[in-house]
């Protein structure tokens, strides 16, 4: 997925949704811009910004993210926007990010699809594979050598 200028994303979404914009300088800028006048948003405006943040977050399209909303209102369960956060959460990018083995969710994303990690003993390239409790998450032996895991 191709993102533009993350600064300008990120002050339009009002949310340090990049790993480059979690920073004090940004997090400063934002108190003074959100001091001086900003225009009232409509319902619409509202909701497309939190859906913007949620895409931006995890990385995923505009396609993907519809059909995580398609799956969760097919199964008619109560509290939908909850469900919907947990199927993006059972990720294997997120739960690469959540367990420590990467720093940035772009990270373990890429590490991900380079095939660095084994999901029950088989190497595994899919970013967006739904990962269950049962399941073994492991780094390939002969990945831990590489740059990226000489950290951990």
């Given amino acids: ?5 993350k600064y300008k994303i990120a002050r339009r979404l009002g949310a340090a949704v990049f790993e480059k914009t979690q920073s004090p300088k940004f997090a400063l800028s934002e ?4 001091k ?16 913007q ?45 959540r367990a420590g083995f990467a720093k940035t969710r772009r990270q373990a994303r890429q590490m991900v699809s380079h095939g660095h990690v084994k999901v029950n003993g088989v190497r595994t390239t ?6 269950t409790k049962d399941m073994i998450i ?3 032996e002969s990945s831990k050598s590489k740059g990226l895991f000489t950290d951990f």
Avoid: W
């Fill in 1 to 5: 997925m191709k993102i533009g200028p």
């Fill in 31 to 34: 108190q003074k811009r959100k």
């Fill in 126 to 131: 899919v970013p967006s594979m739904h990962v």
């Fill in 53 to 97: 943040k949620v895409r931006f977050t995890y990385g995923i399209t505009e396609k993907q993210l519809s059909n995580y909303v398609k799956n969760v209102i097919e199964k008619n369960t109560k509290n939908q926007t909850d469900f919907v956060y947990q199927a993006l959460e059972r990720r294997i990018d997120a739960i690469i990010l």
């Fill in 36 to 51: 001086t006048f900003t225009k009232a948003r409509s319902n619409y405006g509202a909701q497309l910004i939190e859906k």
């Fill in 138 to 140: 492991e780094v390939k």
